[in-house]
T-cell receptor, first 109, second 115 residues
Framework: GQNIDQPTEMTATEGAIVQINCTYQTSGFNGLFWYQQHAGEAPTFLSYNVLDGLEEKGRFSSFLSRSKGYSYLLLKELQMKDSASYLCAVMDSNYQLIWGAGTKLIIKP | IAGITQAPTSQILAAGRRMTLRCTQDMRHNAMYWYRQDLGLGLRLIHYSNTAGTTGKGEVPDGYSVSRANTDDFPLTLASAVPSQTSVYFC??????????????FGEGSRLTVL
């Protein structure tokens, strides 16, 4: 079966750095996506990785290792507004998105 | 403002009733999707449409139907609602004119409670 694993919840301090991991087992691979979802709101697209390595976008970076079936989302200089759930999704060989359950990130002052 | 509009935003429904969730987009995206989101589970695809006039079944299609008469509208119908269909429903779209993409644009969601 296809599976996306990510921690259920993480806590970090304002101004710090946090790394949210995602491991996947899917039928084929056509890219990995990270989304942010604030409570009660719609998910919004954050990043896309299809090749191994690090993609940086401001305070957010996303890393991919296809051989290990592993990705992480790195958030720097954490702000209170970063409190949200972060969803990892993989596009499989049929170009369908397989979603993880999400990681709820709690930022403390 | 361009985007996706869903209606209603919230609804309480008696079991056995028929319900249609509406979804309209103004971005001229060719692909549209319906997901349900339940606590502790990832988003699960109900139905999708790659282009107007075509639809396909996702991971959890039973009890739901969709239609895609034009580019902008993609309604989801529950023919006879059951309590297990209590969930938050998200409509999404993507511009797949250049090929499949996982960059989806989501509506604000419809919270449905079936009693």
């Amino acid at each position: 079966g296809q599976n996306i694993d990510q921690p259920t919840e993480m806590t970090a301090t304002e101004g710090a750095i946090v790394q949210i991991n995602c491991t996947y087992q899917t039928s084929g691979f056509n890219g990995l996506f990270w989304y942010q979802q604030h409570a009660g709101e719609a998910p919004t697209f954050l990043s896309y990785n299809v090749l191994d390595g690090l993609e940086e976008k401001g305070r957010f970076s996303s890393f991919l290792s296809r051989s290990k079936g592993y990705s992480y989302l790195l958030l720097k200089e954490l702000q209170m507004k970063d409190s949200a759930s972060y969803l990892c999704a993989v596009m499989d060989s049929n170009y369908q998105l397989i979603w993880g359950a999400g990681t709820k990130l709690i930022i403390k002052p | 403002i361009a985007g996706i509009t869903q209606a209603p935003t919230s609804q309480i429904l008696a079991a056995g009733r028929r319900m249609t969730l509406r979804c309209t987009q103004d971005m001229r995206h060719n692909a549209m999707y319906w997901y349900r989101q339940d606590l502790g589970l990832g988003l699960r695809l109900i139905h999708y449409s790659n282009t107007a006039g075509t639809t396909g079944k996702g991971e959890v299609p039973d009890g739901y139907s969709v239609s895609r008469a034009n580019t902008d509208d993609f309604p989801l119908t529950l023919a006879s609602a059951v309590p297990s269909q209590t969930s938050v429903y998200f409509c999404a779209s993507s511009d797949s004119s250049g090929g499949p993409t996982g960059e989806l644009f989501f509506g604000e969601g419809s919270r449905l409670t079936v009693l």
